[in-house]
């Protein structure tokens, strides 16, 4: 387990340097330069040729490749190429902790409603109760979260005004505040993720449900609660784990689309105002950070199974 | 008072609205320290009499009629709470699948120990040192290390082991064993069959033992059950059926067993065509189309269980006073 878990390790940090490295050249390669976005038309030759050369494009592209990767082997990301220069490390410093509330809030309420949403509707299947849950789903899935980001808006912050329709509060200046700061957001996001997640269970349990093991468990006469949460729900949930580590990637990206709607300075809008400005060094290093999320998420879904399945972790 | 007696038990499925019988009028019963073999192939009924008798029949199966009497008390009329506390404590089952019959993501220790600590309030300690105790006594090495382990890492016959033991733990009254060697090896067949037959003899525990090899029978049972296409067709002690069956079909399944007592050109004689589907509609004998026999009355009239020299046998043309091909006792 331990070389394992080593192994994937090396393997996530190779695919983080994969998709720097990508993105590094792929910026590069895209058409318009910072110095023509900052510059527009205003500037002669020379002042182009100044800022480039203050900004390090005068270089060959390898060597701009080499200079950012060792720099970012000794933990600088740079610093944005407008304004005050303000550094990549801080800017994604602020950015990260609302956009991992966000997803995780989105998160824990997406699988509040699931879990208990798919074992309802496995246990009565084919009953009214099923098919409610069901519809719900479909319509849960049909939904595009922008959308029902503003629909969200539109009845609990303008008309009902219980909470509020944009802006984010730290964690520090109360829970509450944050809480009630995020929670349109997370419920725009969670809801086709919940789902998602609902309808696995649902079909993952029926599964179980008929298994020859669980014929076993009850014909030792265990009560209702022992079957489902000691017997059906752990084989059930290791199919479905896979599907949470790919589908929180998709929350992540749900975010950034949302971030927009509710004005949340988080990763998202970062990320589309740099790659408007051309601002290189804050792309990159957000880049980064995203592909790192990815990369532990599915790490943490491993370890999981690992947790939940002992073939795996004696194997 | 017997164990368990099934009376005229009658078993429906329900399937896209409509209703056929798999089970028709089967009655069997056996007491403490007995073995019973229900045998029959495949479609027979003999694995749905049993799963009826704990309760777990499938979804769209149901018992239409007759009655389960366990200890006198009718198990057909009793609510789900009350057949849930006769499983596991009163009556226990072993099934034919040992490689999936095990929760494959919980210990040995946790599948074999929370029937006991539920059904007869053992406390973990205690649960464990009982749990140690059976894994010896059915034969398993090393059981601290096997409690420790998931069944993943166990092979059949010792999964199979394991299920005995789950089924001994809480001490019940009666084990229902559902061809419970079918999927293990040959040589594993015989040491887990005489384990179960030895286990149940000194606990005073009555065995059903389900099985379509006529073979195991003579030797770990002590009345037989033949059934065919969802009807009892044949009953009686095991000594009698080997030396005189009395169902045409009871002898067809004896003739059709390779025997190295017989010179080796002896033709086998197999039952011509197959078993029928079970929600076939066969009017009077169900086993009138394969049998040699049959004649007008078998056709229209179903024949009722009758005694018989011994026996019990449903057939309009009972083999009276003969014996087996070669007279032979088994």
């Known amino acids: ?315 | 008072m017997t164990l368990l007696n099934i009376k005229g038990l009658a078993i429906d499925v329900d399937r896209d609205g409509q209703t056929r019988r798999l089970v028709h009028d089967a009655s069997f019963e056996v007491d403490r320290g007995e073995t019973l073999a229900i045998v029959g192939e495949s479609g027979s009924g003999k694995s749905l009499s049993a799963l009826a008798t704990m309760g777990l029949l499938a979804e769209g199966l149901s018992v239409s009629g007759g009655e389960i009497l366990f200890d006198g008390r009718d198990i057909v009329q009793m609510d789900a709470q009350e057949v849930n506390d006769l499983r596991g404590n009163e009556i226990a089952m072993v099934f034919q699948e040992p490689m999936t019959s095990l929760n494959p993501v919980r210990s040995i220790e946790a599948q074999l120990t929370e029937g006991m600590r539920l059904k007869m309030g053992l406390n973990r300690r205690a649960a464990m040192a009982r749990a140690l105790e059976l894994l010896n006594e059915v034969g398993i090495s090393d059981p601290e290390e096997r409690l420790r382990q998931y069944p993943h890492q166990l092979s059949g016959g010792m999964r199979q082991r394991v299920m005995i033991a789950i089924a001994l733990s809480c001490e019940p009254k009666l084990i229902l064993a559902d061809e419970p060697t079918t999927a293990l090896d040959v040589t594993i067949q015989a040491q887990i069959l005489a384990l179960t037959a030895k286990l149940c003899r000194d606990h005073d525990v009555g065995l059903v033992l389900i099985t379509h090899n006529l073979g195991i029978v003579a030797r770990y049972a002590q009345n037989v059950a033949v059934m065919y296409g969802g009807r009892v067709v044949e009953k009686a002690s095991a000594r009698d059926l080997y030396s005189g069956a009395k169902h045409p079909y009871t002898r067809g399944l004896l003739d059709s067993v390779p025997r190295l007592d017989l010179p080796r050109d002896t033709p086998l004689s197999p039952i011509p065509g197959a078993p029928p589907d079970p929600t076939e509609e066969i009017s009077g004998c169900r086993f009138h189309p394969r049998c040699a026999k049959a004649t007008e009355v078998c056709v229209t009239d179903i024949p009722q269980m009758r005694p018989a020299e011994r026996h019990e046998v449903a057939c309009w043309h009972p083999n009276l006073t003969a014996k087996t091909k070669t007279g032979a006792v088994a």
């Open chain 1, 1 to 315: 387990m331990t070389s394992y878990m080593l192994r994937r390790l090396i393997g996530s940090f190779i695919v983080m340097w994969a998709v720097a490295t990508l993105v590094f050249f792929m910026l590069r390669l895209v058409p318009g330069d910072p110095v023509a976005a900052m510059l527009a038309d205003a500037g002669g030759p020379d002042e182009i040729a100044a800022m480039k050369a203050r900004l390090g494009l005068d270089r060959s592209v390898f060597v701009q490749y080499g200079i950012w990767f060792s720099n970012m082997l000794q933990g600088d990301l740079g610093s944005s190429i407008y304004g005050s220069r303000i550094e990549v490390a801080r800017i994604i410093a602020e950015a990260l902790p609302r956009t991992l509330s966000l997803s995780l809030l989105a998160f824990l309420i997406a699988m509040v409603i699931a879990i208990p949403a798919g074992i309802i509707s496995a246990t009565r299947r084919n009953t009214m109760t099923d098919n409610t849950v069901s519809l719900f789903a479909f319509l849960g899935l049909s939904m595009p979260d922008f959308w029902l980001a503003i629909i969200l808006i539109i009845i609990f912050a303008a008309n009902l005004q219980w909470l509020p329709a944009i802006g984010y509060t730290p964690m520090d200046e109360g829970l509450w505040q944050w809480f009630r700061h995020l929670i349109l957001p997370a419920i725009a996001i969670g809801t086709a993720f919940s789902a998602i997640i609902a309808r696995m269970i649902r079909s993952s349990l029926l599964e179980v449900l008929n298994s020859d093991y669980m014929r076993t468990a009850r014909a030792k006469g265990l009560t209702p609660r022992m079957l489902m949460f000691g017997h059906a729900l752990p084989n059930a949930m290791i199919p479905v784990i896979t599907v949470i580590g790919i589908a929180f990637a998709l929350l992540i990206s749900g975010a950034v689309v949302v971030e927009n709607v509710f004005a949340i300075k988080g990763l998202g809008r970062v990320l589309i105002e740099g790659i408007l400005n051309r601002d290189y060094p804050v792309v990159q290093g957000a880049v980064l950070v995203v592909s790192a999320i990815f990369v532990f998420s599915n790490l943490i879904v491993d370890l999981l199974y690992g947790l939940i399945d002992p073939r795996i972790r004696l194997n």
